[in-house]
């Protein structure tokens, strides 16, 4: 007599639905999703740790060294600024401050003739002594600075020049200001040529254009421009706007125009994709009441497409907001001490600036890398929310 698990098992093959697979296919299936939760687990433990390294690296970068010493103001020390100060601190001191010494007694001439005790900014070494990230200074130097320290007069400060300044030779002075002016004045460029050109592009092929070959073309070039490497783009601006239409090398006007001929595709991709999402029944409405095509779709189709629209063209300006290959064809990997006033004038950009920092020998300049991602990434990530933010607020499920 068969026991009960012979009896199930038999009745089990018996059954004409059985399917002998069916076990390998289970074991597959959990095999499929151990990998999947496997891949997304790596993927979020190495966004955190990028994360993690980019803010313990970068948030240095937003204090500063200062150091309280006696400063000597007259016709001689104005001159020669180094002598400003006694010997034994010369090396505390940042060159920068050395520099700037002759307008700051040109600002305030009650102070010649006196030594006042002064907070000046300290030099990159002593800086990154301080931060505990690695030590240049001697041993007479180490024993001064401490004395300083037990005197209170040293200080880390928050870097207003990182914020407030552009870029500079001297590390403790170098700044993030005028590459975030020139991202500006390039996306504005960028933005302004883009957005409307690709918007009417893509009206055009979804509404207007006849279906036959032609259409085909451009459309199937279209996308492919879109998977095109953008250091090509780049190639093709310095090609048309530099040597075939002259424009000023390292403006922000030919940045724009560059990184605008890269956007292009994704603004017309997206805008496509935003108008065919309307429902047919809004145009047979419109026909119906003896609207024209135009009519149709200037008043409905387009109102009602353009979060999507708006969406797509964000998402396409973050990402020309990041890139940096185009402009180094186009000259934007310059150094820009001062913020330009126009888009005529040389400039750098974000992406150009942290690409320049990074080949730097000095400790300082790392932070600075590190922390000028942050504020890259902060940008970016505020242009990817106000595109989801947009795409809520307005979207409307039919």
């Given at each position: 007599?068969?026991?009960?698990?012979?009896?199930?098992?038999?009745?089990?093959?018996?059954?004409?639905?059985?399917?002998?697979?069916?076990?390998?296919?289970?074991?597959?299936?959990?095999?499929f999703?151990?990998?999947?939760?496997?891949?997304l687990?790596?993927?979020?433990?190495?966004?955190?740790?990028f994360?993690?390294?980019?803010?313990?690296?970068?948030?240095p970068?937003?204090k500063?060294?200062?150091?309280?010493?006696?400063?000597?103001?007259?016709e001689?020390t104005?001159?020669?600024?180094i002598?400003?100060?006694?010997?034994?601190?010369?090396?505390?001191?940042?060159?920068?401050?050395?520099?700037?010494?002759p307008?700051?007694?040109?600002?305030?001439?009650?102070?010649?003739?006196?030594?006042?005790?002064?907070?000046?900014?300290?030099?990159?070494?002593?800086?990154?002594?301080?931060?505990?990230?690695?030590?240049?200074?001697n041993?007479?130097?180490?024993?001064?600075?401490?004395?300083?320290?037990?005197?209170?007069?040293?200080?880390?400060?928050?870097?207003?020049?990182?914020?407030?300044?552009?870029?500079?030779k001297?590390?403790?002075?170098?700044?993030?200001?005028?590459?975030?002016?020139?991202?500006?004045?390039?996306?504005?460029?960028?933005?302004?040529?883009?957005?409307?050109?690709?918007?009417m592009?893509?009206?055009?092929?979804?509404?207007?254009?006849?279906?036959?070959k032609?259409?085909?073309?451009?459309?199937?070039?279209?996308?492919?421009?879109?998977?095109?490497?953008?250091?090509?783009?780049?190639l093709?601006?310095?090609?048309?706007f530099?040597?075939f239409?002259?424009?000023?090398?390292?403006?922000?006007?030919?940045?724009?125009?560059?990184?605008?001929?890269?956007?292009?595709p994704?603004?017309?991709?997206?805008?496509?994709?935003?108008?065919?999402?309307?429902?047919?029944?809004?145009?047979?409405?419109?026909?119906?009441l003896?609207?024209?095509?135009?009519?149709?779709?200037?008043?409905?189709?387009?109102?009602?497409?353009?979060?999507?629209?708006?969406?797509?063209?964000?998402?396409?300006?973050?990402r020309?907001?990041?890139e940096?290959?185009?402009?180094?064809?186009?000259?934007?990997?310059?150094?820009?001490?001062?913020?330009?006033?126009?888009i005529?004038?040389?400039?750098?950009?974000?992406?150009?600036?942290?690409f320049?920092?990074?080949?730097?020998?000095?400790?300082?300049?790392?932070?600075?890398?590190?922390?000028?991602?942050?504020?890259?990434?902060g940008?970016?990530?505020?242009?990817?929310?106000?595109?989801?933010?947009?795409?809520?607020?307005?979207?409307?499920?039919?």
């Amino acid at each position: 007599m068969k026991n009960t698990n012979e009896t199930t098992k038999d009745s089990k093959y018996n059954n004409p639905f059985y399917d002998p697979t069916l076990t390998k296919r289970h074991i597959k299936d959990k095999i499929f999703k151990a990998i999947s939760l496997s891949a997304l687990i790596f993927s979020v433990v190495f966004l955190v740790i990028f994360f993690t390294d980019i803010i313990t690296k970068g948030i240095p970068s937003f204090k500063q060294a200062y150091v309280q010493l006696p400063m000597t103001y007259n016709e001689e020390t104005v001159q020669d600024s180094i002598y400003a100060v006694e010997e034994k601190y010369e090396t505390l001191v940042s060159r920068a401050w050395f520099r700037d010494m002759p307008k700051n007694a040109e600002a305030n001439p009650s102070i010649m003739g006196t030594t006042v005790n002064e907070w000046v900014l300290a030099d990159d070494e002593v800086d990154q002594y301080l931060k505990g990230h690695h030590n240049t200074l001697n041993d007479d130097e180490i024993a001064i600075l401490k004395e300083l320290q037990a005197a209170d007069k040293v200080e880390l400060r928050f870097n207003w020049i990182f914020l407030e300044t552009g870029d500079s030779k001297i590390p403790e002075n170098s700044g993030f200001f005028s590459s975030v002016i020139g991202s500006i004045m390039t996306i504005l460029v960028c933005m302004a040529v883009a957005f409307p050109i690709g918007v009417m592009t893509a009206i055009y092929l979804e509404e207007f254009a006849p279906d036959n070959k032609l259409s085909s073309i451009i459309e199937i070039n279209i996308n492919n421009l879109a998977a095109v490497p953008s250091i090509l783009f780049g190639l093709l601006g310095l090609a048309i706007f530099i040597n075939f239409f002259g424009m000023p090398r390292s403006s922000a006007l030919v940045g724009g125009l560059t990184l605008s001929l890269m956007t292009f595709p994704v603004i017309i991709v997206s805008s496509r994709m935003a108008l065919r999402s309307v429902p047919a029944s809004i145009r047979q409405a419109g026909f119906g009441l003896g609207l024209t095509k135009w009519q149709v779709v200037k008043d409905h189709v387009l109102p009602l497409g353009m979060p999507g629209i708006l969406t797509g063209s964000i998402i396409g300006m973050a990402r020309a907001m990041g890139e940096t290959a185009p402009l180094i064809f186009v000259g934007m990997v310059v150094f820009s001490p001062d913020a330009p006033s126009s888009i005529f004038e040389a400039a750098t950009v974000m992406p150009a600036q942290i690409f320049t920092w990074a080949g730097m020998p000095e400790g300082a300049y790392i932070e600075r890398v590190s922390g000028a991602i942050i504020i890259l990434l902060g940008v970016l990530l505020s242009m990817n929310a106000a595109a989801i933010y947009f795409r809520k607020k307005y979207e409307i499920k039919w």
